[in-house]
Every structure is written in structure tokens, then in C-alpha cells.
């Protein structure tokens, strides 16, 4: 869903889902809260699990469509894939079956509506109507998910005499702004005017008829800022609060998700108001498979960790389909598609497949069913984020409640390398327990760290208890007057900083260099560096008088917020120098290093 029209290309377009997620069996329709509440959520307290018709929808795969682009959304195929879910996922958690863009519009993509301006089932795509389709998959145990875009769908309008549901006097040329701006993604609604008291009323009676029919969770898509916009005509802030409000009034506990590629400059507001938003692009290629390793599964080790701070209970970053189960269909190695399984579980993303569940093959549903991976995902513990830098070898992970780790080791080079997982990266040192997750299997004890041989595009995942001490380190500042500035290079105030200040401007050959730095023993050291950095960016590290490395810190989400990540440095006993070298790009704003005592 980037760059294609909504009216031309629909599956891009409706790709984007708020999720409304009407979780039976909670007890209050608010949508839950996500920072100051004491009471716990109901809604989205654990990242949800289920099923989603896009990825068939929108591929090319030989046979999916049949009829035409998107031709697989029918009733009976959404029913099949019910049954599917019900017979082999649901006792793992998997629960939602989610019907994406295009259950309104005929195979030619012409839309209905009710006479008040609602979208209306397709009577050949979905025969019994939406009711009764959320009646057979609550059936079975599990729960019903639909799909809207935002905006006021310019069939709709009706030269701007369409009536509003409950709302006397009330029509579309009353919800809308006088010049028929547009908005979403796709440029396919007008845009909702808030100031105007009819326009909830609208939003309102959309949020009823999808609860009067049963649906447990809704994907509002092109929602901006984000979905490949961005100003005033394109903010649907104010969309999503509005659903936010009617969700709550039709008494249902509702989730809801957005979609998609948000800006991450609004995530105060997507935490405020919704259960999860889609942090990135398709993940479909809209190919000949599912998906593809280079379209946009591999974007994901970039994108996700500016997100990771803002995911926990009520709201989660929501990272696509997981669409490992098909093998061939998927169009990834098998080693692609355990790395891809993987950072979902890690980053705790939602864990819906797009795959056919009728033909998931043995290593598929080995993936989709393993309950340790699964466990991390619906845990506790925070997502994990990378504690190495972003190079083609890193390693994610996260603390858990009871003092172990979650690790993940990846290899996102086109060939086989050996990956490190430090112990001092997670602070402590000595010895450590190691139990592989994907194979079930303890593995031992390792003293300082383990290495692992990956195969290109590879991972291992991994639980870490410490046995060891905890880290010792030397702290220097970046702002110390000990330290060599040279270039643009230079000391600014810094609330989030440890010392209340960084060096920053390190761009086109600026450069902050640690000096007389002491360790007691020459070897390689895991130096962390807590920096700040509103967008991925690389720079050279040094040691010395030798030759620099290049190490990718990701980004930080904004340029307020400090992160930390380790790279390794070669130091020599007694006194080094430690450099940060620009080159001839732009570099992290450095707050400070922390220098093991040992190696």
C-alpha cells in the first residue's frame, strides 16, 4: 500500500486495517487505556492472534484469484479458512479471522452502500451477508474482524443528499468539508470535518452497524499522518478519535486497529485512541507468492525498534501478516521464514498468518505452533530491541520478569556468517544457561557468550539465564572537556541525557573522540553507546590509530529519546582513544559510553 490508487489497485488500497477488535467475554467497551491507568485492559492485553484475507486476496500466486484481482474474498472461502483456524490454530491462540478490503465492492470494485451511506456486503461476494458470516466464526469458538477505510468513501456522498443514520437533518454534505477535499491513503474518501456536529453521528452509526452484525474487530485503513501522506488534509487523528468515542458507545468491547506505515510522531495519539497500528508498508509483494525477503520483510529489522518503546498492554506495534506457513506460496527460504517468525514473536507483534490454512505444510505449522516462540509474543516480558548495532550480524533481546533473556541472533547477509551474542551486551558476565526455543532443546552452559553459524537471511532464538556477575563498567561522557571535538562536532543540552548534555553535529567529517580511555587487559571490548538518533544512521568507530568500522545504530523513534547499543572495539592495555567518526554522512548525537572493566 504505497503507491498505488485506491480506486485503481484496491487491494493496496484497503490493505490497511483497523482492527476492531470486539473481544467476547471482556466487560467494558472502552478501548484500553495505555499509560496512567492502574486497571489492567481489556481489550489488546496481549498482541492478538489470528487470520487475515489480504495476502491471498492481493497475490498473484496461481489459482488464489481465479476471477480476477482479489477474487479469493468470498464468503465460502473466509468460511474454509474459519474452519481451518478452528481445527489447527485456535488451541495455540490464534482466534481472530479477519475480512480485509473489499467486502462491499463487487469483483469489478464497485462499491455498495446502505441508503445511509454504509458500506453494504456484496451479495455475490458474501451471499448471507456479514451477520451471519460473524455468526458461523463465532460458531466456532473464535472471532470476527472487518475492514474500513477512513474518510467518507466518495460513492458514498451522493451528490451529498444521503441521509445519516440517527441523526435528524443530517446528511453527507454535512460531515464533509465544502470543497470536497480528500483523504486517506489512497485518496479514495472525502474528509471527515469534525467540527461539524452531524460527522460523529456518521462514524457513530458505522460503529454500530459493524457491532449490531458481531464483528469482535476492525482495521480502519489509510489512516495518515502515514499510509504514504502527510498534512492537514491527510491527518485522521481526529477519525480515529471519533471511532475510539463510537466503538465505546455501542456498549462492545471493541479492538481497534490502524493501518498503516503511521508516523511515529503521532504515537501518543494511535496509543491514545486505538489497540495497535501498523508500523510499516506491505509486507505482501503483490507478486507471484505471498510475500518476498527483499520487498519489505527485511525492512522490518530497520523499522521496528523506533516503535519498540511504545508497545504493551492496550496497544502494540503491529508489523503485517506472518506469512510462513505455505512454503512455496510464501516465496521465502526456510530459514527466512523462521528470522521472520521470529522478530514478530521478539517485537511482540500481532501474530495473524495471510497463509491458506487448509495447505500449511509440517514446517509451517511448526512455526505457527510452537507455544515457547508463542509465549514470548503474548508474554510479559517488553518487546525486545536490537542491543547491537544494525549491521547484516545482530542480536535483539529483552529482560524478562524472572531475570532471564530472550535472545535473538539474526544473519541478514545474503550468506552464511557466524553471529555473537556477547554476555556483557545484556550486563552481566561468566556463565549463562542457553535453551534453544525453535528446537526445544538445553543447550548448555556457555561462559561469556555464544556463537552461532547462520545461514543467510538466518536466526536462532534463544532463553539466557545468567549464572555470572553482573557488568562492571567506566562511564565517559561524550560532553566531558576531556574529549577531542573537531568538524561541526559540538556539546548541546540534552534533558534525556545522562549528563544533561551530548555532542551532536556530527555530520560530513565531524568527530568526537574519547581520550584516555583505561582498560586493564588488551582484547576486543563491547563498548555501549548510548546515543540519540530520530532516523537510522551509521558512523565509523575507531580504536586508536587503527582502521574504523561502520556500525548502523537504529533509530531512536525522535530526537528526545536515548537509546543504548554495543559495538566491539580491540583496546589496547592501559590508555586508548575511542572515535566517532562521521564520514561523509550524518551520525547519532552521542550521550555517552559505558567501557567494560574485562574482556
Request: with cysteine.
Amino acid at each position: 500500500m504505497r503507491s498505488s490508487s485506491y480506486a485503481v489497485l484496491p487491494a493496496r488500497a484497503l490493505r490497511a486495517t483497523v482492527v476492531l477488535a470486539l473481544a467476547a467475554g471482556t466487560t467494558t467497551a472502552v478501548p484500553a487505556a495505555h499509560a496512567g491507568t492502574a486497571a489492567a485492559p481489556t481489550v489488546a492485553a496481549k498482541p492478538y492472534m489470528g487470520w487475515s484475507s489480504w495476502s491471498m486476496q492481493s497475490s498473484k500466486y496461481p489459482g488464489l484469484n481465479p476471477d480476477g484481482d482479489y477474487s479469493y474474498l468470498t464468503e465460502a472461502n473466509v468460511l474454509k479458512q474459519t474452519d481451518a483456524l478452528a481445527a489447527k490454530l485456535k488451541n495455540y491462540g490464534y482466534e481472530y479471522v479477519n475480512i480485509d478490503a473489499g467486502w462491499w465492492r463487487d469483483k469489478a470494485w464497485k462499491p455498495g452502500f446502505d441508503r445511509y451511506g454504509r458500506q453494504k456486503a456484496d451479495p455475490d461476494r458474501f451471499p448471507s451477508g456479514m451477520k451471519a458470516v460473524a455468526d458461523r466464526i463465532h460458531a466456532k469458538g473464535l472471532k470476527a474482524g472487518i475492514y474500513l477505510p477512513a474518510g467518507l468513501e466518495k460513492e458514498a456522498y451522493g451528490d451529498g443528499k444521503t441521509p445519516i443514520w440517527n441523526a435528524d437533518g443530517c446528511t453527507t454534505a454535512d460531515i464533509v468539508y465544502g470543497d470536497l477535499r480528500t483523504t486517506n491513503g489512497w485518496d479514495s474518501a472525502y474528509k471527515l470535518d469534525f467540527s461539524r456536529p452531524c460527522t460523529q453521528k456518521y462514524i457513530d452509526s458505522q460503529a454500530r452497524s459493524i457491532a449490531d452484525w458481531g464483528y469482535d474487530f476492525l482495521k480502519l485503513d489509510g489512516v495518515g499522518p502515514g499510509s504514504g501522506k502527510s498534512g492537514d488534509q491527510y491527518d485522521n487523528v481526529a477519525d480515529v478519535a471519533a471511532w475510539n468515542k463510537a466503538i465505546a458507545a455501542t456498549g462492545r468491547p471493541v479492538h481497534l486497529e490502524i493501518s498503516w506505515s503511521l508516523d511515529i510522531g503521532h504515537a501518543a495519539d494511535w496509543k491514545k485512541y486505538s489497540n495497535g497500528w501498523r508500523i510499516d508498508t506491505d509486507v505482501e509483494c503483490y507478486c507471484n507468492t505471498l510475500v518476498s525477503w527483499e520487498n519489505s520483510v527485511d525492512d522490518r529489522w530497520d523499522d521496528a525498534p523506533a516503535w519498540t518503546r511504545h508497545a504493551g498492554p492496550g496497544g502494540w506495534n503491529d508489523l503485517d501478516s506472518l506469512d510462513v506457513g505455505n512454503g512455496e506460496m510464501d516465496g521465502l527460504t526456510k530459514a527466512e521464514r523462521q528470522s521472520y517468525a521470529t522478530l514478530w514473536a521478539i517485537a511482540k507483534s500481532p501474530l495473524y498468518t495471510g497463509d491458506d490454512l487448509t495447505r500449511l505444510d509440517s514446517y509451517g505449522v511448526s512455526l505457527l505452533t510452537n507455544r515457547e516462540v508463542i509465549a514470548i509474543d503474548q508474554g510479559a516480558a517488553p518487546p525486545a530491541r536490537p542491543v547491537t548495532a544494525s549491521d547484516a550480524q545482530q542480536v535483539w533481546a529483552a529482560k524478562n520478569p524472572d531475570g532471564t533473556y530472550t535472545v535473538a541472533l539474526f544473519n541478514l547477509a545474503d550468506a552464511p556468517a557466524a553471529v555473537t551474542a556477547d554476555w556483557s551486551v545484556l550486563g552481566f558476565t561468566g556463565k549463562a544457561a542457553v535453551r534453544d526455543l525453535w528446537n526445544h532443546e538445553n543447550l548448555g552452559t556457555y561462559k561469556n557468550r555464544i556463537t552461532q553459524a547462520l545461514p543467510a537471511h538466518g536466526s536462532r532464538l534463544f532463553t539466557v539465564t545468567p549464572h555470572g556477575g553482573a557488568l562492571t563498567t567506566t562511564a565517559y561522557e561524550a560532553e566531558s572537556p576531556a574529549n577531542t571535538l573537531s568538524g561541526n562536532a559540538s556539546v548541546a543540552d540534552c534533558p534525556a541525557c545522562s549528563g544533561g548534555k551530548k555532542t551532536g553535529n556530527l555530520y560530513l567529517g565531524g568527530k568526537l573522540r574519547f581520550n584516555d580511555v583505561v582498560v586493564a587487559k588488551a582484547g576486543t571490548y563491547w563498548v555501549k553507546v548510548a546515543y540519540i538518533s530520530g532516523d537510522a544512521r551509521s558512523v565509523d568507530v575507531l580504536a586508536n590509530t587503527g582502521g574504523p568500522t561502520r556500525h548502523k545504530f537504529p533509530s531512536t523513534g525522535d530526537w528526545g529519546t536515548v537509546e543504548t547499543v554495543s559495538v566491539p572495539v580491540t583496546l589496547k592495555a592501559g590508555g586508548n582513544t575511542i572515535t566517532f567518526d562521521s564520514g561523509t554522512g550524518y551520525a547519532p548525537d552521542i550521550d555517552r559510553i559505558d567501557v567494560p572493566q574485562s574482556s
